[in-house]
C-alpha cells in the first residue's frame, strides 16, 4: 500500500489537554471505512515527563491494535477497540503511530510529541562600569537551551519596561541576543535585566518566564571643558594659599573624585557640589625645597574619564631684609658696622647704598656721634621673579651713649631775681642714658627745684651747682643766683624811659614804610596801566586799592 494513501488527518478538536487524531482510511478499500483514533493526553511533555496514548477504534473486530514509538512504552489497559500506552521518559520530540487491522486491512494513525524545555541559563552579560550619556550601549543576553524555540522569546528589559523581543533562532542550543541602548540619565543606576517567554498557550500550557539577575547602570556626563583652576602665581616658602578647582556640567556630580596635587605632593581637599558644579578647594603650604615653578593639577575623574586642569606656581623663599647692627647701643666715639643681608637671588639697599649683587650684603661703618642717637637705618629688599619685583623693608635704630652734657644756652648762669616774685629755674641736660639734674646751693647744701615755679625770697641769694650724672658719668654747671630787694622807682624810671623810646622808634619806622610805600604808587600811575592788572611782583589787593589815588 502506497505511503500517500495512508496520510493522517486530524478529524476534530479535542479538551485542550487531549489531541485526537483520526486516521481514515483511504476511500474505495475493501470494507467499511473504520478509523482509527489516535489520542493523547497532552501532546506537549516537559522533558523527562510521561503521556498516555489510547489507540482506539469503531471496527468490529479490530486486531492487533498497537502502539509503534521509540520510547520506552507500557501497556495500561484494553478493551473492544481500544488500546491504552503510558509513555514515559520522553526526553525529546518524536512520533508515535497506532496500528491495527480491521478485516485484514491495516490501520495506522501517527500523532507527533512535543518535548518543552526551560532555558538552563538566561544571563544579561555585565554592562559598561561607567557608561557615558549619549553613547550607545549593547545589551548582551545569552540564553542556553530551552525548547520549543519556535515558543521562546527573549527580552530585553530595562526595569519593567520592554526594550526588546526577539524570537530565539532554533539553531545553535545556546544563542546571544542584542539590543543597542542610546544611554541617558535617567539610565543612571536603571536596572537591566533579561528574560525569556516559552509561551505554550497555543498548546494549551501557560506562559513560562525565566529572567536573568538584574544588572545596574551607572551613566555620567562630563564636559568637554578643563576645570577652571585658580591658583596665586607666587608663593612664599612657609606660607599657605588657598587653591580651587571648579567644573559644571557634571553628571552626577556626587561621584567625581577630585585630585589636587602640588607636583608631586597631594593636596587634602575640600569638595563641594552644587547642583552640577563642582568646587574643590584645598590649602597649599609652601616648603622648602619646592622652590622654582612647581604645577598644581587639578584632575576631575568620574566614571572611566577625567579632566585636568594645569597652572603654574612659582616657589621662592624671600628671606630678610635682616638690618643688623655690630652694637645696639654704642658708646660715642665708637665704630658702628650697619650691615643689611637677605637671602640667595635677593638684593639690598641700605640707606641708599646697593650691595654688589643679589644675595650679597650692604654694609658700612659709622663713627657714632651723639646726633646719631635714635637714627633710624632703613633697608630695601627686592626679588625679582618672571618680572614681578617683590619688595620688604626693614629698619633699625641705633642707641649711642653718650653725656651727661648740660645746654649752657638752656641753663642760663646767672639770674637777677627780685625778692618775693615768682620764678622758674630753666635748666636742661641731656645724655643717653637720660642724666639726673640737680642745683644745689653751694653755701647751704639746699636744693632748688628745676623746671616748677617757686617763691623766691633773699636767702635764694648764692652760687649754685648744678649737676647731671649718668652711669656714663657727670657733667657740672655753676649758676649764680642774684635776689634783690623791692626797689621799685628806679626800676620804674628805667622802664618808664625804655617805653618811650621804643614808642619814637615805632613812629619812626612806620612814617619811614608809608613813604616808601607812596613813591611806588606815583610810579605805576606814571604809566598810565591803571586799568591792566599788575605783575604778579605785586599783590592784587594793592593794586585795586591804589587806583583811585
Ligand atoms: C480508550 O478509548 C476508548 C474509546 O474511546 C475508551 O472506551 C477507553 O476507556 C479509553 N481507555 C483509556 C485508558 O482511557
Ligand atoms: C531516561 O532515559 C535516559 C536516556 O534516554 C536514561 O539514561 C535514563 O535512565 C532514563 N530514565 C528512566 C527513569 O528510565
Ligand atoms: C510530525 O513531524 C514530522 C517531522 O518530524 C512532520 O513531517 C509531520 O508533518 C508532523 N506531523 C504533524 C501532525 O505535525
Ligand atoms: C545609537 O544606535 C542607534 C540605533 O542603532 C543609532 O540610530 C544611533 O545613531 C546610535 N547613536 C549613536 C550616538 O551612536
Ligand atoms: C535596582 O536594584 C537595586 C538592588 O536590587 C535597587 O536597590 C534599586 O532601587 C533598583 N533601581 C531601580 C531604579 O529600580
Ligand atoms: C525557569 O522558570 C520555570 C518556571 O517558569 C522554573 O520552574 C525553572 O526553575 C526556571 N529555570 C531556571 C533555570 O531558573
Ligand atoms: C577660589 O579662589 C579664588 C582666589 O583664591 C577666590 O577669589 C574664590 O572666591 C574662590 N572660589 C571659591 C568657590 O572658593
Ligand atoms: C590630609 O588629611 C589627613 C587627615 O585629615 C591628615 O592626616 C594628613 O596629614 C593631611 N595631609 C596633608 C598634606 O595636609
Ligand atoms: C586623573 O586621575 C585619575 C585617577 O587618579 C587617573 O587615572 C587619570 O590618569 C588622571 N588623569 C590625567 C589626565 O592625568
Ligand atoms: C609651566 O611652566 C612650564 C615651564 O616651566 C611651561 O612649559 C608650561 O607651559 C607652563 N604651564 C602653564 C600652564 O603656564
Ligand atoms: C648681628 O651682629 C652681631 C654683632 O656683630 C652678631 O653677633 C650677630 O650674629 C649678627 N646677626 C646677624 C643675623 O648677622
Ligand atoms: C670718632 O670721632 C671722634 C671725634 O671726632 C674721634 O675722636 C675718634 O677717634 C673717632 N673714632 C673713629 C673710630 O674714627
Not at 588657598?242 to 559644571?248: A, Q, R, V, Y
Not at 575623574?301 to 630678610?320: C, H, K, M, P
Not at 639770674?415 to 620764678?423: A, R, S, V
Not at 599788575?534 to 599783590?539: E, G, V
Request: glycine share 8%.
Amino acid at each position: 500500500m502506497a505511503p500517500s494513501e495512508l496520510l493522517p488527518r486530524v478529524c476534530g478538536t479535542s479538551p485542550i489537554t487531549l489531541l485526537l487524531v483520526c486516521c481514515l482510511l483511504p476511500p474505495g478499500a475493501q470494507g467499511q471505512q473504520f478509523p482509527l483514533r489516535l489520542e493523547v493526553q497532552t501532546p506537549v511533555v516537559p522533558a523527562g515527563g510521561s503521556l498516555l496514548v489510547n489507540c482506539s477504534t469503531d471496527c468490529p473486530n479490530p486486531k492487533l491494535i498497537t502502539l509503534e514509538t521509540s520510547l520506552f512504552k507500557e501497556a495500561v489497559g484494553n478493551g473492544l477497540g481500544w488500546a491504552a500506552f503510558q509513555l514515559s521518559n520522553v526526553t525529546s520530540d518524536s512520533q508515535v503511530f497506532c496500528s491495527g487491522f480491521c478485516n485484514n486491512i491495516q490501520m495506522k494513525c501517527s500523532s507527533n510529541i512535543t518535548v518543552y524545555r526551560f532555558p538552563e541559563r538566561v544571563e544579561l552579560l555585565p554592562l559598561p562600569r561607567w557608561q557615558p550619556v549619549g553613547e550607545n550601549f549593547t545589551l548582551r543576553c545569552q540564553v542556553a537551551g530551552g525548547t520549543p524555540r519556535d515558543s521562546l522569546f527573549v527580552v530585553l528589559l530595562r526595569g519593567e519596561e520592554e526594550l526588546s523581543r526577539q524570537p530565539a533562532s532554533r539553531e545553535p542550543a545556546e544563542v546571544e541576543v542584542t539590543v543597542p541602548v542610546l544611554a541617558g540619565r535617567d539610565d543612571h543606576l536603571a536596572n537591566f535585566s533579561c528574560r525569556t517567554d516559552l509561551d505554550l498557550r497555543p498548546q494549551g500550557l501557560r506562559l513560562f518566564q525565566n529572567i536573568s539577575a538584574p544588572r545596574q547602570l551607572r551613566t555620567f556626563a562630563l564636559p568637554m571643558t578643563t576645570p577652571h583652576l585658580v591658583v596665586p602665581r607666587f608663593l612664599e616658602v612657609g606660607t599657605t594659599s588657598s587653591l580651587n578647582c571648579t567644573l559644571d556640567g557634571l553628571f552626577p556630580a556626587s561621584e567625581v573624585q577630585v585630585q589636587l596635587a602640588l607636583g608631586h605632593q597631594t593636596l587634602n581637599s575640600t569638595v563641594e557640589s552644587h547642583g552640577n558644579t563642582i568646587t574643590a578647594t584645598a590649602t597649599a603650604t609652601a616648603s622648602v625645597g619646592q622652590e622654582g615653578t612647581q604645577e598644581v593639577i587639578c584632575n576631575m575623574t568620574l566614571g572611566s574619564d577625567s579632566r585636568e586642569a594645569r597652572e603654574n606656581l612659582t616657589i621662592y623663599s624671600f628671606q630678610g631684609p635682616i638690618l643688623n647692627l655690630s652694637e645696639r647701643s654704642a658708646p660715642e666715639g665708637t665704630a658702628v658696622v650697619v650691615t643689611c643681608l637677605a637671602g640667595p637671588r635677593v638684593r639690598v639697599t641700605l640707606e641708599g647704598l646697593p650691595a654688589a649683587g643679589p644675595g650679597q650684603p650692604a654694609q658700612f661703618q659709622l663713627n657714632a656721634t651723639e646726633r646719631d642717637d635714635r637714627r633710624i637705618f632703613f633697608c630695601n629688599a627686592s626679588l625679582e621673579m618672571d618680572g614681578n619685583i617683590l619688595q620688604r623693608n626693614s629698619s633699625v635704630q641705633l642707641r649711642v651713649l653718650y653725656g651727661p652734657k648740660i645746654d649752657q644756652a638752656k641753663c642760663p648762669q646767672r639770674l637777677t631775681w627780685k625778692d618775693k616774685t615768682i620764678h622758674l629755674l630753666q635748666c636742661q641736660a641731656r645724655g643717653n642714658p637720660d642724666p639726673q639734674l640737680h642745683c644745689f646751693q653751694e653755701s647751704s647744701g639746699v636744693e632748688v627745684p628745676i623746671g616748677i615755679p617757686f617763691l623766691v625770697g633773699l636767702n635764694y641769694s648764692g652760687t649754685y651747682s648744678c649737676k647731671a650724672a649718668s652711669s656714663r658719668g657727670t657733667h657740672t654747671l655753676t649758676v649764680v643766683m642774684n635776689v634783690r630787694a623791692q626797689n621799685s622807682h628806679a626800676v620804674t624810671i628805667v622802664l618808664g624811659v625804655l617805653v618811650v623810646l621804643g614808642v619814637v622808634t615805632i613812629v619812626a619806622a612806620l612814617l619811614c614804610v608809608f613813604s616808601v610805600q607812596k613813591r611806588s604808587d606815583i610810579y605805576h600811575v606814571n604809566q598810565g596801566n591803571t586799568w591792566l592788572p599788575l605783575t604778579s611782583k605785586q599783590p592784587e589787593v594793592v593794586t585795586s586799592g591804589e587806583n583811585p589815588s
